[in-house]
């Protein structure tokens, strides 16, 4: 029995949106192993098994793509949901107490990186040379510090910011501390844990934005 319109509407739909998967993902594993200068449409079409055509229609361009892979690194997956709006940051925010706050918002800061820091590190290498990276990276530049200032300002609230501090100013302390940068420099190259780098973070936000006194030892 053949299949109804709407069938092979859905048929189409869904095989298309296969192939964009496999792109985005082969795309990244190009990105990061080879760098993005060298990874050409080609490489990328004969990693995910298709034409140079398929990823010119699916894309348009090589930038697109790797801006698709960095927003599924990022969100963890292709759901078009702001940051604002996913669960971690959603329960971050409704934390009434301050470290519970920084503490999910450091986890959930830790979750992503452990998906897009990679991808994350090609952006910012390239961008000094390329103006369409240079773009991608002022652009998620820009996302991290807007969800960060959204954070201090519900720090803010919940507990003293230090002397002198206004959200916007903590909001710029966080962004430097709680970077794919430094991400990348302790758990990438100096072998720190993920759990290390956690708790690093956690305690260095406490006593650089707050007056609240370092949490006591386990135990």
Do not use: C
Request: charged share 25%.
């Amino acid at each position: 029995m053949r299949g109804t319109s709407q069938e092979k509407v859905d048929g189409r739909a869904a095989r298309a949106q296969a192939t964009r998967a496999r792109l985005v993902r082969a795309a990244g594993e190009l990105f990061v192993a080879d760098g993005y200068t060298a990874t050409s449409i080609g490489a990328i079409a004969a990693r995910a098994g298709v034409s140079e055509q398929t990823v010119y229609y699916a894309f348009g361009t090589k930038k697109a793509i790797l801006a698709t892979a960095l927003d599924q690194a990022v969100a963890g997956d292709d759901r078009p949901v702001p940051t604002l709006e996913r669960p971690w940051v959603r329960a971050a925010l409704d934390d009434p107490d301050p470290r519970g706050q920084l503490r999910r918002q450091v986890a959930g800061a830790g979750e992503i990186y452990l998906r897009a820091a990679p991808l994350l590190d090609v952006v910012r290498s390239a961008a000094p040379t390329d103006p369409d990276l240079g773009e991608l990276w002022a652009a998620n530049l820009a996302q991290r510090l807007a969800v960060l200032r959204v954070f201090t300002e519900a720090l803010a609230d919940k507990t003293p910011l230090r002397a002198g501090l206004t959200p916007e100013t903590a909001a710029d302390i966080a962004l430097a501390v709680q970077s794919p940068e430094t991400y990348t420099l302790l758990v990438g190259e100096r072998r720190w844990s993920h759990a290390a780098w956690r708790a690093w973070v956690e305690s260095t936000l406490l006593a650089v934005l707050t007056t609240l006194p370092p949490e006591p030892p386990a135990g």
